[in-house]
């Protein structure tokens, strides 16, 4: 599915593309199969978590640890404006791009808050696009 999300992709090719697109990947997919004497497998457009180095996101994981105790866990699903989110990360980069590792409010890193940002922005522009792909739906 290329760089699109799954909600992108439902706008743009809509539900008859996708069940082409997921008929050839189980064609393939069984075709290697029968080829190679192995089991199934319906991987092709899947994400490969494999390639994540999840150590890398404990600083985000502290920041969110923080944000809980001062806000209150999961405080941030109750909603974010997107130029807000925008504004704070934007200003955690420029604080390392100056120098500064550490945020002086939380004492974690910026790269912690770069990421819960990135999170942040990342589920409500889905949670967006979800939104509109269910509207267009529902237009008559």
């Known amino acids: ?3 699109s999300t799954e909600y992108e992709t439902i706008r743009i ?3 008859g ?3 082409k697109e997921w ?3 189980k064609k393939a997919a069984q075709e290697e199969a029968a080829k190679e004497g192995k089991a199934m497998r319906f991987n092709k457009g899947k994400p490969e978590w494999s390639l994540v180095d999840f150590q890398a996101f404990i600083p985000m994981v502290r920041v969110l640890e923080f944000g809980a105790q001062k806000y209150a866990r999961d405080n941030w699903k109750n909603g974010l404006d ?3 989110i925008l504004d704070s990360m934007l200003r955690h980069i420029f604080a390392i791009i100056d120098g500064q ?3 002086p409010e939380s004492g974690l890193p910026h790269i912690g808050h770069i990421q819960c940002n990135t999170m942040f922005y990342a589920h409500f522009r889905k949670k967006k696009l979800h939104e509109e792909c269910v509207a267009a739906t529902l237009k008559p």
């Open 101 to 103: 590792d550490i945020d």
């Open 17 to 19: 593309g996708l069940f």
């Open 82 to 84: 997107m130029d807000q």
């Open 23 to 25: 008929e050839e990947s």
């Open 13 to 15: 090719k809509g539900a």
């Open 1 to 3: 599915m290329g760089n």
